[in-house]
């Protein structure tokens, strides 16, 4: 197994919806909130953190593939492989090629693994893009939003107090992020097609906390491979197709 290549897939995430992925701050400012949103340390700027773009996609790539029937539940790993057919059995090890897993100490799943190679993705945390921000400060707007929420009492209709209320961070929709995402290429391989589904996928089904309540809602624009515009193969994608 050889490295033969070094690809770089960039893009641009822009918020359809207010997104919210926790800093899992538990000390409260005043005039904060109980729940922030994650933020650069040193400029205070919301950021999406590439392990939380990684451990959706993995786990949504996971549920459309058929792989979590027999990993119970638990991330896709080599000792799982011996329990699929030949065709999910070629895009288990796809996956496993993209995210890496964990595997045994015995001499057959240690060959697994070489056969395999290791992971091909490294995701980059998404940075604040600065024109969006420089828009923000020259309309005296803030980077994000503070969101407040009720639980209804189902009787009364009418909304709950005290611990019924949700006081919430978020980055509001029309943010936008700059995303890069780095793919280790071995023998002239092409994963492209599934991290494409992957994009497709988090597009689907949103990003952060509370996708329930209409909050993640993400779009990518401007992908290019390399240099080389992508982004209307990831809009013409059916998932039907590649099921």
């Excluded at 600065?130 to 929420?149: G, I, Q, R, Y």
């Excluded at 978020?170 to 780095?182: E, Y």
Aim: charge should be negative.
């Amino acid at each position: 197994m050889q490295l033969t290549n070094i690809q770089k897939l960039t893009g641009q995430i822009e918020l359809i919806s207010g997104l919210h992925i926790g800093s899992g701050n538990t000390e409260i400012h005043i005039g904060g909130t109980d729940n922030p949103v994650i933020k650069n340390p040193i400029t205070q700027q919301p950021y999406i953190p590439g392990s939380s773009i990684k451990g959706k996609i993995r786990s949504l790539l996971e549920w459309h593939l058929g792989v979590v029937e027999v990993t119970q539940g638990s991330p896709l790993s080599f000792k799982h492989l011996g329990k699929f057919s030949d065709k999910k059995l070629i895009k288990a090890e796809d996956l496993l090629r993209l995210f890496g897993g964990a595997s045994d100490n015995d001499d057959e799943s240690k060959k697994i693994v070489t056969d395999i190679g290791p992971s091909r993705l490294a995701f980059w945390d998404c940075s604040l893009d600065p024109k969006w921000a420089e828009e923000m400060d020259s309309k005296n707007l803030l980077l994000t939003e503070v969101k407040m929420e009720n639980s209804i009492d189902r009787i009364s209709g009418a909304a709950a107090h005290g611990s019924g209320v949700r006081i919430t961070e978020r980055v509001p929709a029309t943010a936008k992020f700059d995303f890069n995402l780095t793919i280790r290429v071995h023998d002239n391989e092409d994963l492209t097609d599934t991290i494409l589904v992957g994009l497709k996928l988090l597009e689907l089904t949103g990003l952060g906390g509370s996708g329930s309540r209409g909050y993640g809602k993400i779009q990518f624009n401007d992908l290019k491979l390399d240099n080389q515009p992508i982004q209307e193969r990831l809009n013409n994608l059916s998932l039907q197709e590649v099921a």
